[in-house]
């Protein structure tokens, strides 16, 4: 049975910068498609990063270029680098992750694509 326990939320000011950890268990293969997305109080479920075994990755639009989603396979790690944060960028954020599911950039990727999730990690980011 898949387990995920995210880590690593807090508090920052804008501007700052968070890594987000997701500890991973019960992987049956390593052909597994990790993601991360967040989610604000009455909003749906919101796309930030993803990357799938062969290594490729995708970004929500509203991240591009301040993240960089990364793994340790060894250690069945997941992991999300936030820079330059902005207030916008507060709320829950889940790890998921779903097997044998490949990324492809005209597709994007989705909650409904992911099985497994973890209990989310609050960022909160303030002014």
């Known amino acids: 049975q898949v387990q995920l326990k995210e880590s690593g939320g807090g508090s920052v000011q804008a501007g700052g910068s968070l890594r987000l950890s997701c500890a991973g268990s019960?992987?049956?293969?390593?052909?597994?498609?990790k993601a991360w997305f967040r989610q604000v109080s009455g909003k749906e479920r919101e796309e930030v990063a993803a990357?799938?075994?062969?290594?490729?990755?995708l970004y929500g639009d509203s991240v591009k270029g301040r993240v960089t989603i990364s793994q340790d396979k060894a250690e069945n790690t997941l992991y999300l680098q936030m820079n330059s944060l902005k207030v916008e960028d507060s709320g829950m954020y889940y790890c998921?992750?779903?097997?044998?599911?490949?990324?492809?950039?005209?597709?994007?990727?989705?909650?409904?694509?992911?099985?497994?999730w973890g209990q989310g990690t609050q960022v909160t980011v303030s002014s």
């Open positions: 998921a992750a779903e097997n044998w599911l490949l990324l492809h950039a005209k597709s994007g990727f989705r909650p409904g694509d992911f099985q497994h």
């Open positions: 019960g992987f049956a293969s390593r052909t597994y498609c």
């Open positions: 990357i799938d075994s062969d290594g490729r990755t």
